[in-house]
C-alpha cells in the first residue's frame, strides 16, 4: 500500500458537467476527496459511477476558507499557465497534495495561485477542459508513483 494522499479542486468552477467529470476521474484515478472554492454552478448530474459515494466533495468559500482547512504537511499545487509554473512532466508530486485548477473562463484567481506552494502547467497547444487537466494530473502523480 503507498503511502500519502491527494485531493483535487477548482477554483470557482463554472459549470456542474466539469465538477461530475472530474470527480469521476478522482474517484478512478484515487484521490481522497474532491472541492471547490466559490461555487457558482448548479447541481450537477454527470457523475455517473456515483462517485459521491466514495469520495466526498467538500465546498470552500473562497481561497482562505481553503487554506484554513488545509491538511497538515499537504502543499497546495496550482494548476495553471503561469510564468511561475513547472512544466508538469518535470513535476515531482510530493506525497500528500491538494490540487487546485483554475475556472473554465479565467483560470486561477490571483489570490489561489498566490498561496499555492507550487505551480504546475500542462504543456498542450491549446487550452485544456479543466476536467480534462485534472484528469492528466491525476493520471501523471500514478504514473510517476508507480514508478
Not at 469521476?24 to 461555487?39: D, K, V
Not at 506525497?95 to 495561485?113: I, Q, W
Amino acid at each position: 500500500m503507498s503511502r500519502g494522499y491527494c485531493a483535487i479542486g477548482i477554483d470557482h468552477v463554472k459549470t456542474p458537467v466539469n465538477v461530475g467529470t472530474l470527480w469521476r476521474s478522482a474517484y478512478n484515478l484515487g484521490a481522497s476527496a474532491i472541492f471547490t472554492i466559490g461555487r457558482r454552478y448548479p447541481q450537477q448530474g454527470a457523475d455517473t459511477v456515483k462517485a459521491w459515494r466514495h469520495i466526498p466533495l467538500f465546498e470552500f468559500r473562497d481561497a482562505e476558507d481553503l487554506i484554513e482547512h488545509l491538511p497538515y504537511g499537504c502543499p497546495l499545487v496550482g494548476v495553471e499557465i503561469d510564468e511561475r509554473s513547472k512544466p508538469l512532466q518535470r513535476f515531482h508530486h510530493p506525497e500528500r497534495a491538494c490540487y487546485v485548477l483554475g475556472a473554465e473562463d479565467h483560470g486561477l484567481t490571483k489570490e489561489v495561485a498566490d498561496a499555492c506552494h507550487f505551480l504546475v502547467e500542462i504543456p498542450s497547444n491549446r487550452c485544456l477542459n479543466v476536467a480534462v487537466a485534472g484528469s492528466i494530473v491525476l493520471y501523471d502523480r500514478n504514473a510517476k508513483t508507480a514508478a
